[in-house]
Each structure stands twice: as structure tokens, then as C-alpha cells.
């Protein structure tokens, strides 16, 4: 009897439960799933524009044959192994250091390392090629002090763009990786470093054998989170190389790639679903191997 | 703030009522016709012009010319079309000639057929060509690309060239001559943006030879022209006679700021040229350089571009009936634009006008127009096809390669393979 009427009650709150989460399921299914779905049957589709044709495999096949798409994917993984790396390890060091309470002036360190963060990507990026073209404030402050001879062609040179779109991408997301770091360092228990420093162990080592290994969980999910964003790369290279990731497709991501696949070649939507398919793909196995790397560690 | 809100809300919200029911009594009256294209100095300022003199006879008509990028431009188009829902769509949009294939073929049905209206009979035929998909013609023809060669006369005369000197020259002269400003006067010869194939596609038209033969098939690895464009644009690199620019505005900075000597492109640039008043007497006009291999001449094309009008436009009718009378049939608004912003029509009536004839102080009264009428009878007829905007990007991404020295047969072949899985 007791137990029917909990079955009712339980009822009643499943009904109302379902009924509340219902509107946003509603619109995840139409904004998340049927987009999803459609781009994968889209993915086996090819054609002109509006003209498409079921074509199979034949996207896939394409991929192969393709050096434009091999050249994206080349630099979109050239910037995840060099940029991720530089920018995780600068974002520690910065935490570490900015999580000591003797610093003066820590307060203003941590704004002006994470103001990066809260600035548009398009306005930043427009900015820095102003700042680094060949008579930009970058080239004559250091021609002025006299490192360089003559201006690095930052945007016309490959390796030097390429160069440029890691020196953007670092400044702009390393605060970003901070603030996690900062904030998993505050739960890590003072003791464990007053014992370390007892014992005599310097401060490289406190940072390599007692932070780090802490902070292991926190930098798992900054690296799934900065490959996700580096294998998604676009809005950076558009409006440094005006849409074109130049030069000589130096500076192409994959994400750039699709978008002139859809918006400024002829209109191969089906071949585009394709490539965004390839970045899933990717961004699924890499976060499955750190996740695979980190748990190997624990034991 | 709730009180804020609750006092100025009625204000707020009859304000706004008021407004929906004065544009819908407006909307009533008038129509409004949005376009969109590009280029403030030229094709924007021209519709506007055009716009006034249409709404002059139609008052019931205003228009609203919106400015963008021209990259912006196209791709904000094809968003639009691909996006199925024609709210986001002007009225009329200008497309550059190369694209203009690439947009009727991949969104059929987008965009309106102007055949029973317009006479394409006195147009210049290779712009309606263009235009012409299935026995259907769409779109008004409107500005050709003809190309010049532009030259500050002040900065050659201190090298110690005269103006006859620029006449008919190779492309090997004109960069002995920008070694020579170099030295003199201490400014570079041209900007090039490294990033733009515009330069390789006019040496490569005017010598008759486009990236595809007249089948749409890929041309690259025979072709003539192409090799001896690619060969003169490292020999301008390797000369170092240019000052690099990064995307058009930069470029367009490198001359209306004084810092280079000439200029190679279509006339349309004649408006930002011109719109440099402390430079007005200092510039002169010349054909552009030739190649020298055979069948090279002095005309070429580069870009040029025409209005259509979108199907799905609201203001269909208005807009159809507004290119038509002033693009189609105003000979005098045809002079107007000629002088004040420099496009060459493709209405082949107004070539006639006086405007043709006229002396241009700005060029210390040279008969610049005539010149540039002459010269597009001469440009070399090519298929553009449908994939200019891909084998474009192949062309820029092998330049690096091709002031690196990499032989010019082996940077064809990988632009070659390049166009091969762009082009499906």
C-alpha cells in the first residue's frame, strides 16, 4: 500500500521531472542532434552547392587524394604538438609563481595575464596584424633595439606565420589555462610543501614531483580542452591571413579549410561535412589517449 | 532600475508601436531596394549615383547601397543561398565574373533569369557569356576589368623616364626600370600581396591563356603563358622592386599613400586613384607590360563585374525595371561614371559618348579613356570556368615556393595537382 502511493508519488515526479527538462531536450534534439545527424548523411553526399547526389564514400576517398586537406591537417597538428606543450607547461609556471603569497602585487599579475582572455578573438587577431606587420610596432621595437636587421615578414613568410599564429593563440588562451591551475592550487594542502621544504627538496623538484602530479586531474582537462580548441583553430588564421591561410596554405586549419569549402569555393557541402567529421574524429582520439596516458600514471 | 522600468515602459513600448506602424505605412508606400557591393570608391559610389537617378523619375523607390568586403561580400551570398531563406539576401547583388558561374550553377533557381527584359544585344558579348547558364541569361553587365598600367610620372621623371618610356614595355624592362626608381628616388616600383594571384591572372590573360581551356579543363602544366607569369613574378621578387603588402587595403595603401611608383590592374581602380587629390598631374596611364613569348600583348583584364538580382527578392520587379533603365538604356549616366569614377561600361552605346573623347586633368590631361576603349578591344577572350577562386589559392600557395627556386615546371605541377582535388 505504502509502497503503491511512493510508486504515485514517484510518477507524478517523473512526469513533472521529464516535463521540465522537456523544452531544453526539445531544443538540444534540434539544435545538437538532427544538426549532427544531418552532417553525417551530408558527409556521404556530393555535388555543387544546392545540386547533391547520394555519392557514398567517394568524400572519404577525396580526403586521400587531396593535398590541400593533408597540408591542413599537417599544421592544425603541428600547432596542437608545438602550441599545447608551450602553452600548458607557461600557463604552471605562471600559477606556481602567482600563487605565492610573498609576490607583491599578485592581484595585478593575474588580471593582466587573464585580460587576455575576456578580449573578442576577431578584434585580438585584427590587432596583432596590425602589431606584427613589416612596419608594425613589433618589427620596429625590435629593429630599434637592434635584435633584427631587416623586418621578419610575419605574415608573408610560412615558417613566421605560422609562428605568429602561435604567439597569438598562447597570449590569448594561457590565462585562460591559469585560472584552472590557480584555482586547483589553492585545494593542494600547504603541509605537503612545508614538509618538502624541510626535507630540504628544492623548488624544481616541489614544482615537478608535488604540483604537478596534484594538479594532474586539472591538467588532464586543460589539455582535452586545448586540443579540442587548437583542432578547432579558425577564427585566429581568418583574420590574419584574410580568410585565406596564407602564405602557401602555411597557416591553413582544418576548420578554416571547411569554411572555404562551403563559403568561398565552390560549395562542396558534402566533402566540408567530411573534413568537420575528420576534426571529431581526431578530437575523440586524442582525448582518449590522455585520458589513457593519465590513467596509466596512477598506478 | 525596476522603478525605471516600470515608469518608462509604456513610454518605451507606444514609442515602438508607433514606429512598427510607421514603417508599415512606408513599407506601403515605398520600396526599398538593398544591394550589396564593394568597393566605396567605385561600384558603391556608382549605385548610389545610379539609385539617384532613379528614384529622380521613381520616387516611390529608395535604395540602400551597403558596403562591405568584396570576400565578404561573396561569402555572406553564398551563406545566404546555401541557408535556404531569403531574409538575410539583399535585393541585388554585384558579382565579379569569375564567381558569377560558380553561383548560377551551384544555386539554381536563385537568382532571376533577366532575359525577356533586358536587350543583351548591345552589350559587349563576352560579358553576357558569362552570365548565360542553359539559354537563360541573368544579370546586368556592368563594368569591364580592362587593365593599365598606372605610373607616378613624378617619381619616374626623377629616375630620369618619360612618359614614352612606360609605352609598350616587356615586363623585363619594367623591372630594369623599378631597379632604376629604386636607386633614384628610393621608392619601390609596385605592392604585391603575396597572398593575391591577381598580377599572375593579368600577365596570363594577356597572353591569351587562362587556368582552363575553353572545355573548363584544368591548363597548367602546358601552359605558356602561366609559366612565363609565374617566371616574371619571381624575377619581380628576386628584384626585390616591390613593397609586400597583406591583403587588398594594405595594398591599396601602398600607392595612395605615395609609397610605390606604379600600379598594374583594371581600370576600376581609376576612383581610389583619383580619390588622392594632392596626387592629381602626378599620375599617368600606359598599357600594361607584356610577356615576352608569343602571342603576348598589352591588354589584358582583371576582375570587372555585374549586378543580379535575387529571385527571392520581395522588390523583384522594382529592381529588374531599375538595372534595366539606368544600366541598360542611360547613356548619359554611363559618361557620368566614366569620368567620375573611371568604370568602363559594357553597354556598347556608350562608348560612343563624349565622355570617351574627354582629357583627364587628374592624368595631366591625357586621353586616358579613349586609351583604355582601345585597349578592351584588344584583351585576349579565355574561359574563366567555374574554379578561378581555387586554382587562385593554388597559384598563391606555390609563390613562396617559387622565390625559394624551386624550378617553375615543378611549382606548375603542384599547382596542377593542387587544382586536381579542388576541383570535383
Given at each position: 500500500m505504502v509502497h503503491a502511493r511512493r510508486g504515485g508519488i514517484g510518477r507524478y515526479y517523473d512526469v513533472n521531472g521529464w516535463l521540465f527538462v522537456a523544452p531544453a531536450l526539445g531544443l538540444i534534439a534540434l539544435f545538437m542532434v538532427y544538426p549532427i545527424l544531418w552532417s553525417l548523411w551530408m558527409s556521404f553526399q556530393a555535388g555543387r552547392g544546392m545540386t547533391m547526389k547520394f555519392a557514398g564514400f567517394a568524400n572519404i576517398v577525396r580526403l586521400w587524394n587531396d593535398p590541400i586537406f593533408i597540408k591542413a591537417l599537417t599544421n592544425t597538428m603541428t600547432y596542437f604538438v608545438v602550441q599545447v606543450p608551450i602553452m600548458i607547461l607557461l600557463a604552471l609556471i605562471l600559477a606556481s609563481l602567482l600563487n605565492?603569497?610573498?609576490?607583491?602585487?599578485r592581484g595585478l599579475f593575474r588580471t593582466a595575464i587573464f585580460l587576455p582572455c575576456v578580449t573578442s578573438l576577431v578584434a585580438y587577431s585584427v590587432l596583432f596584424k596590425g602589431m606584427f606587420a613589416p612596419d608594425g610596432i613589433v618589427n620596429s621595437t625590435l629593429q630599434a633595439i637592434g635584435i633584427i636587421a631587416s623586418p621578419i615578414p610575419w605574415l608573408t613568410h610560412p615558417f613566421w606565420a605560422k609562428t605568429l599564429v602561435i604567439i597569438a593563440i598562447t597570449w590569448r588562451w594561457t590565462g585562460y589555462n591559469m585560472i584552472f591551475y590557480l584555482a586547483a592550487l589553492q585545494n593542494i594542502d600547504k603541509s605537503i610543501y612545508e614538509v618538502a621544504r624541510i626535507d630540504g627538496v628544492p623548488a624544481w623538484a616541489r614544482f615537478t614531483h608535488i604540483t604537478i602530479p596534484l594538479l594532474k586531474p586539472v591538467i588532464l582537462f586543460t589539455t582535452v580542452i586545448s586540443t579540442i580548441g587548437t583542432l578547432q583553430l579558425f577564427d585566429e588564421v581568418y583574420n590574419l591571413t584574410e580568410g585565406k591561410g596564407g602564405p602557401s596554405n602555411a597557416t591553413l586549419t582544418l576548420s578554416l579549410y571547411i569554411y572555404n569549402l562551403t563559403?568561398?569555393?565552390?560549395?562542396s557541402f558534402g566533402y566540408a561535412a567530411t573534413v568537420s567529421y575528420v576534426i571529431v574524429v581526431l578530437v575523440a582520439l586524442l582525448a582518449f589517449l590522455q585520458f589513457f596516458l593519465a590513467r596509466e600514471r596512477d598506478r | 532600475m525596476d522603478k525605471l522600468v516600470r515608469t518608462h515602459l509604456p513610454r518605451i513600448a507606444g514609442l515602438a508601436f508607433a514606429g512598427a506602424s510607421l514603417l508599415a505605412v512606408s513599407a506601403a508606400q515605398a520600396k526599398e531596394i538593398t544591394i550589396w557591393c564593394w568597393d566605396p570608391n567605385f561600384n558603391v559610389a556608382i549605385m548610389k549615383e545610379a539609385g539617384a537617378r532613379y528614384t529622380k523619375t521613381h520616387p516611390d523607390v529608395t535604395f540602400n547601397v551597403v558596403d562591405f568586403a568584396k570576400a565578404d561580400v561573396e561569402q555572406k551570398l553564398q551563406t545566404g543561398l546555401a541557408s535556404?531563406?531569403?531574409?538575410?539576401?539583399?535585393?541585388i547583388v554585384l558579382i565579379e565574373d569569375y564567381g558569377a558561374q560558380k553561383y548560377l550553377q551551384s544555386f539554381p533557381g536563385a537568382f532571376a533569369p533577366l532575359s525577356g527584359t533586358v536587350d543583351y544585344s548591345g552589350f559587349a558579348p563576352y560579358k553576357v557569356e558569362v552570365m548565360t547558364l542553359d539559354g537563360q541569361v541573368y544579370g546586368m553587365p556592368f563594368d569591364s576589368g580592362v587593365t593599365g598600367l598606372y605610373y607616378r610620372k613624378d617619381y619616374l621623371d626623377q629616375a630620369g623616364f618619360k612618359p614614352e618610356d612606360m609605352q609598350n614595355i616587356t615586363w623585363d624592362r619594367f623591372i630594369e626600370i623599378g631597379q632604376e626608381v629604386e636607386a633614384k628616388t628610393g621608392k619601390k616600383m609596385m605592392g604585391l600581396d603575396p597572398n593575391d594571384a591577381g598580377l599572375v591572372r593579368i600577365m596570363m590573360q594577356s597572353a591569351g591563356q587562362w587556368y582552363f581551356d575553353k572545355e573548363g579543363k584544368p591548363n597548367i602544366t602546358g601552359n605558356a603563358a602561366l609559366k612565363a607569369s609565374l617566371e616574371t613574378i619571381g624575377k619581380i621578387m628576386s628584384a626585390n622592386i616591390y613593397k609586400p603588402a597583406n591583403g587588398w587595403s594594405d595594398w591599396v595603401g601602398t600607392f595612395t599613400s605615395g609609397d610605390v611608383a606604379s600600379v598594374v590592374t583594371g581600370v576600376w581602380i581609376t576612383g581610389t586613384v583619383k580619390a588622392?587629390?594632392?596626387?592629381?598631374?602626378?599620375w599617368g596611364v600606359a598599357p600594361i607590360p607584356a610577356l615576352s613569348i608569343e602571342g603576348a600583348t598589352h591588354a589584358s583584364n582583371l576582375g570587372g563585374s555585374s549586378w543580379y538580382v535575387l529571385e527571392s527578392s520581395e522588390e523583384k520587379a522594382e529592381a529588374i525595371d531599375f538595372l534595366n533603365e539606368i544600366y541598360g538604356q542611360d547613356i548619359d549616366f554611363y559618361q557620368t561614371i566614366l569620368q567620375d569614377r573611371g568604370a568602363v561600361g559594357s553597354l556598347l552605346a556608350a562608348r560612343g559618348g563624349a565622355a570617351y573623347e574627354e582629357a583627364d586633368a587628374f592624368f595631366g590631361g591625357e586621353k586616358v579613356w579613349q586609351n583604355f576603349s582601345d585597349l578592351l578591344a584588344k584583351v585576349p577572350s579565355v574561359n574563366y570556368g567555374i574554379f578561378t577562386n581555387e586554382a587562385d589559392l593554388a597559384v598563391t600557395a606555390q609563390l613562396p615556393a617559387l622565390t625559394q627556386g624551386t624550378p617553375v615546371d615543378e611549382v606548375l605541377q603542384a599547382i596542377d595537382a593542387e587544382i586536381a582535388g579542388q576541383i570535383q
Open positions: 605565492n603569497p610573498r609576490l607583491v602585487g563559403f568561398r569555393f565552390m560549395p | 535556404g531563406t531569403a531574409d538575410a539576401l539583399p535585393d588622392q587629390p594632392d596626387q592629381a598631374g602626378k
